[in-house]
């Protein structure tokens, strides 16, 4: 699984345009705390992440439809309960949990900041489900998150 990692790194070249910055910021954070790789290299990128969010200010206002609202809570809500066993557990990939609230806003730019943490909360999480299914779910949740690239592109 070493391989999906690296689906993040690509994410983070659409920070050329302002309102795509939220989103490779989600993508620094995931990969910085899925790919396994130095304490210093991880609080460097997760700086650098920070500093997408904040150079993407002032954000632009693009609305979230309903249903992608709903998707959005769902992939939130399971977050949120991954990154709470990964508490439990005393796992730094509880950092990823910070981003997930972003999915309940209703503007895009800020929501796309939480897909891609989610995305690596669904892959790395300590829930009891077979490899293969965690793998799936990650899937899912980044195909859906360059369904909200595509939109922020425009």
């Known amino acids: 699984m ?8 690509p994410l983070i070249i659409p920070a050329i345009k302002k309102r795509a910055r939220p989103f490779s910021a989600g993508a620094v954070l995931a990969f910085s705390l899925t790919y396994p790789i ?3 290299v991880e609080y460097s990128l997760i700086a650098l992440s920070v500093l997408l969010l904040v150079l993407g200010y002032p ?4 609305p979230v439809k309903f249903w992608e609202r709903f ?6 809500g399971t977050g949120l309960a991954i990154t709470f ?4 557990l005393g796992s730094m990939g509880t950092v990823l949990g910070v981003a997930v609230p ?6 895009r730019v800020l929501s796309s900041f939480g897909l891609l943490p989610a995305s690596a909360l669904y ?3 300590s829930y009891q489900v077979p490899g293969r299914i965690k793998l799936i779910l990650f899937a899912l949740v980044y195909i859906y998150s360059l369904h909200h690239l595509r939109k922020l592109l425009r």
């Open 2 to 9: 070493n391989w999906t990692y690296y689906l993040y790194l």
């Open 38 to 40: 130095g304490e210093k």
């Open 59 to 62: 954000y632009e206002k693009q």
């Open 71 to 76: 998707v959005n809570a769902v992939i939130g």
């Open 85 to 88: 066993g990964l508490y439990n």
């Open 102 to 107: 972003f999915l309940l806003l209703k503007n």
């Open 123 to 125: 892959l790395i999480g």
